[in-house]
């Protein structure tokens, strides 16, 4: 009789902790993959440092930078702004003949993280940090 209360037991966590997951994955998906030009169809590109007193512009190749842009992670966090709401932060803008790409990238809780405003929220290696310095 006691093993058949420690089965149901076991039954009844296993259920919690299934049904648990699938309500956490279903609720807070993970962002669409990031969304990029190809290099050819880039005609003008742009990189500003941000910080709280005033901005730079920064001259790096846009085909590394991109490179990173590329292999970022989707998060499971959706972008609800225009711009980052803290600084500093990077931000790369790069015109096609069709549509503009704006990308912040930004350090939060010692992680990399790219943000395409109204999308979503990537996380980016940390060496992207080294090439933009």
Same mark, same amino acid.
């Given at each position: 009789?006691?093993?058949?209360?420690i089965v149901v037991f076991l039954v009844v966590i296993v259920g919690f902790i299934l049904g648990s997951? +699938?309500?956490y994955i279903n609720m807070f998906p993970y962002v669409m993959p990031i969304d990029y030009p #190809?290099?050819?169809e880039i005609n003008e590109s742009k990189i500003v440092y941000y910080d709280e007193n005033d901005q730079m512009d920064i001259d790096v190749s846009i085909e590394e930078v991109m490179?990173?842009?590329k292999s970022s992670k989707p998060t499971r966090t959706q972008s609800f702004n225009e711009i980052p709401n803290?600084?500093?932060?990077?931000?790369?803008?790069? #015109?096609?003949t069709n549509q503009l790409y704006t990308y912040y990238i930004y350090e939060r809780n010692s992680?990399? +993280?790219v943000e395409l405003p109204y999308n979503g929220v990537y996380k980016i290696?940390?060496?992207?940090?080294?090439?933009?310095?």
């Open positions: 009789m006691k093993k058949k209360y997951y +699938f309500i #190809k290099l050819q490179n990173y842009i803290k600084k500093p932060y990077y931000c790369i803008e790069l #015109k096609t992680q990399l +993280f290696d940390e060496e992207v940090k080294d090439l933009l310095s």
